[in-house]
């Protein structure tokens, strides 16, 4: 590699390069395509959504500020989309029958943030603050 080449290498931050934010709009069209059936066109949830159903599951719960979405952090959000809640949940220990199902082989990763940013950007600025707060928390265990 010529010198030049490997200085400009070298001044870039680690991964700098590779790292993409993610898509807000192409979020909102994925979460209509993928998620709108049950999360609601308005990120409302459906109705009862704290009532189990007759098989045990609960209804799909909104991604508003009205729903508990906020209440977790980034990397619980996204293995919840990857894999799906009851598989989380069950890792979890948390006795919880979820209907979510895995979208990880459905869509990718960068898709998935795409998505979450997506829903995040409905959110208040408070909700958004204290979401934040929840997952820098996470990340510095």
Known sequence: MPPAAA?????LPALAFFHNEPDVEQGGKIY???CATCHGTKLEGQPDWQTPKPDGTYPAPPHDQTGHTWHHDDAM???????G??????????????????????????????VLAFI???????????????TRLMEAE
């Open 120 to 134: 995040k950007s409905t959110w208040p600025e408070q909700i958004k603050a204290i979401q934040a707060e929840r």
């Open 77 to 83: 959000l996204t293995d919840y989309v990857t894999r």
């Open 32 to 34: 209509a395509e993928r």
């Open 85 to 114: 809640g009851q598989v989380v949940l069950e890792g979890m220990g948390v006795e919880f029958r979820s209907g979510m199902p895995a979208f990880g082989d459905v869509i990718s990763a960068a898709e998935i943030a795409d």
């Open 7 to 11: 200085w400009a290498l070298s001044s």
